[in-house]
C-alpha cells in the first residue's frame, strides 16, 4: 500500500474548502489508490466551522483517507505537507480599495510563504487559489527562498475548463472531445481565453475549433468575454461565487501536474513532432499560472498562466505557438496588469 501524502487546504472552513476537502479524500485530486491526510487551516473565527467540516469528514468514511489534522496554527498545518492549496484569503468587501485587499493578502501570504518553506515536505508542490491568485502566488514564491519557483503555480484552470465547457455548448460536442484552449495571463477579467489552437475530436479526425464554429465574431467577442466575466455571472446567479468548479479545476491541476498531462511525457521527447502537424499530432495541454521565463516576450518574474504540459511532477510551457497581432495585444495588455499588481504588492510590502 502507498504511503498516505499530506495535502493542505487553507481557508477550509470557506465555501471552495467545503466542495474541495470529499473531493480529494475520494480521490479525485492524486487518484483512487492514493491514501492521503488532510491538513485543513483557517483563522480563529472559524475555528468552530474548520471543526464541524472536520466531523463531517469523519462521517462519511472515506476508506482513502487517513487522518484529519484541523488547526489554526500555520506551523502546524504546513508540517509535512508534499502539496498545498491555499485557498484562504481576504475578500473584497464592499467600500474597499484595491490596495487595502493587495495589503491584507500580501500579509498573508507573506506569513504563511515562510511557514511553508520552513515545515512543508521537501520539493511541496503549491497551488494558490486565493484572488489575487497571482500575485498571491508570487509573493509567497519571494518568500519561499526555498521552494522551488517550479513548485508554486496559481489556479486558471477553472478558466481554462469554462474556455472547454463554451466551446462544448457552441458546437454541441462532449466537452471531452474539446482540448487545448488557452487562457493566458493574469486570472482577472484581462485573461486572454484563446482558442486559435484548439481542436475538437470528429469523426474524421481532430478539427480545428475555428473551422467548426466559422463565426469569427463569436470567437473574437462573446466567447471571450463570457469566459472572462463567468465569475461574475455565477455570483450573480448563486449570490455565491464558484465553488464547486473552482474545487474541481483545483483537483485537475493537481492530477495533472502530478500524474501528467496525456501523452506529457511522450510529448517531452518529440517536441519537434507536435507542431509540425497541429490536429494530428498534437498533444494535449492545460492552462496553469506558473512562474514566466519570458517565454512569448511574457516578462520574466510574473505569475502567468500559460500553456503547458506535465510529466513526472514537472511542468513545462508548450513552446512554439504563433501568435498573431491580436492575440499579441491580449498577451501584452493581462502582462501590464499583472505588472501593475506586483508593484501594488510591493508597496504594501514596503
Ligand atoms: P470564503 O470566504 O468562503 O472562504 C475563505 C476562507 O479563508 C474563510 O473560511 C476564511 O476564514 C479563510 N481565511 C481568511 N484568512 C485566512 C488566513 N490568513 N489563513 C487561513 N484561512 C484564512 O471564500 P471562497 O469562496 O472559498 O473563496 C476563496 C478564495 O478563492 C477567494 O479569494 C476567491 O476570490 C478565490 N477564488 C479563486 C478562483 C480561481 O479560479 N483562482 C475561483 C473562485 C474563487
Redesign the pocket.
Known amino acids: 500500500a502507498k504511503e498516505p501524502v499530506r495535502v493542505l487546504v487553507?481557508?477550509?472552513?470557506?465555501?471552495?474548502?467545503?466542495?474541495l476537502v470529499p473531493m480529494i479524500a475520494r480521490g479525485v485530486m492524486l487518484g483512487p489508490d492514493q491514501p492521503v491526510i488532510l491538513h485543513m487551516?483557517?483563522?480563529p473565527?472559524?475555528a468552530e466551522?474548520?471543526n464541524g467540516v472536520k466531523m463531517e469528514l469523519v462521517d462519511a468514511a472515506f476508506p482513502l483517507l487517513k487522518g484529519v489534522v484541523a488547526t489554526?496554527d500555520?506551523v502546524e498545518?504546513c508540517t509535512g505537507v508534499s502539496i498545498a492549496v491555499m485557498?484562504?484569503?481576504?475578500?473584497?468587501k464592499e467600500g474597499m480599495e484595491r490596495k487595502d485587499v493587495m495589503s491584507?493578502?500580501v500579509a498573508?501570504y507573506k506569513?504563511?510563504a515562510s511557514a511553508l518553506g520552513s515545515y512543508a515536505a521537501a520539493n511541496c508542490k503549491v497551488l494558490?487559489?486565493?484572488?489575487?491568485?497571482n500575485t498571491?502566488a508570487l509573493i509567497l514564491k519571494e518568500f519561499a527562498p526555498s521552494i522551488s519557483e517550479k513548485n508554486i503555480t496559481?489556479?486558471?484552470?477553472?478558466?481554462h475548463n469554462r474556455a472547454l465547457g463554451q466551446v462544448s455548448e457552441r458546437l454541441n460536442v462532449p466537452v471531452s472531445d474539446v482540448k487545448n484552449v488557452i487562457i493566458w495571463g493574469n486570472?482577472s477579467s484581462t485573461q486572454y481565453p484563446d482558442v486559435n489552437h484548439a481542436t475538437v475530436k470528429t469523426p474524421a479526425g481532430e478539427k480545428p475549433v475555428r473551422e467548426l464554429v466559422a463565426n469569427d465574431e463569436w470567437l473574437h467577442g462573446e466567447f471571450i468575454t463570457t469566459v472572462q466575466q463567468r465569475?461574475a455571472a455565477i455570483i450573480k446567479a448563486r449570490k455565491?461565487?464558484?465553488?464547486l468548479?473552482?474545487a474541481s479545476?483545483?483537483c485537475d491541476h493537481i492530477r495533472d501536474w502530478v500524474l501528467g498531462t496525456p501523452e506529457g511525457c511522450i510529448e517531452r521527447k518529440h517536441s519537434l513532432l507536435i507542431f509540425s502537424s497541429v490536429g494530428t499530432l498534437q498533444g494535449t495541454w492545460v492552462s496553469m499560472?506558473v512562474y514566466s521565463d519570458g517565454s512569448y516576450n511574457v516578462p520574466a518574474g510574473l505569475i502567468y498562466s500559460f500553456p503547458v504540459t506535465c510529466c513526472n511532477g514537472v511542468w513545462t510551457i508548450v513552446q512554439g505557438l504563433p501568435i498573431d497581432d491580436l492575440s499579441r495585444k491580449k498577451l501584452d495588455l493581462t502582462a501590464e496588469e499583472l505588472t501593475e499588481e506586483k508593484a501594488l504588492a510591493y508597496s504594501c510590502l514596503s
Open positions: 487553507t481557508g477550509a472552513a470557506g465555501q471552495i474548502g467545503y466542495a487551516l483557517d483563522i473565527p472559524a466551522a474548520l489554526t500555520v498545518a485557498v484562504g484569503g481576504f475578500p473584497r491584507k493578502n498573508i506569513s504563511q494558490v487559489v486565493a484572488n489575487p491568485a498571491n496559481c489556479l486558471t484552470r477553472l478558466d486570472h465569475g455565491l461565487s464558484s465553488a468548479s473552482a479545476s483545483a499560472g
